[in-house]
């Protein structure tokens, strides 16, 4: 069976500290790639004020992790994050039918190059203005 590329994102508990939130993160990475998954990257947020209340709570730790994996994986990723009491909410999308790991993580670091390059011209526009 061929690896899908998908990408998924959960919702963190605010109260959590760094060393519960990075278990949890291990935790499903491990779930990934226990079954021939791969992961492509981890990005975790800091805390973030959320725009309307998720189990009446304001705030919570963001994490995407875009990776491939085979279909009944995402089955076993969605029952533990609905298993888990650290997992406030959750989204799994599918990106594409195919996976190439050396090509996502090619398109994953030109994203992150055009976004620092992004970051870089609006610093020096705002710096013009303050002059």
């Keep these: 069976m061929k690896l899908r590329h998908y990408e998924t994102m959960f919702l963190l508990h605010p109260e959590l500290s760094t060393e519960d939130r990075d278990d949890a993160v291990e935790k499903f990475s491990n779930i990934i790639t ?4 791969q992961i492509v990257n981890i990005d975790k947020w ?5 725009a309307y ?6 705030h919570g730790y963001y994490v995407v992790i875009d990776f491939g994996a085979k279909g009944h994986t995402i ?16 989204i799994t999308t599918k990106l ?31 710096e013009g203005k303050e002059e």
């Design 34 to 37: 226990k079954d021939s998954g």
């Design 75 to 90: 089955q076993e990723l969605t029952r533990n994050f609905r298993l888990d009491e650290r997992v406030m909410k959750f």
């Design 96 to 126: 594409d039918d195919e996976f190439n790991l050396e090509e996502a993580a090619k398109k994953y670091a030109q994203k992150e190059e055009k976004k620092d390059q992004s970051e870089e011209s609006s610093s020096e526009s705002s």
């Design 53 to 58: 209340k998720v189990q009446k709570q304001t």
């Design 46 to 50: 800091p805390l973030k004020k959320l």
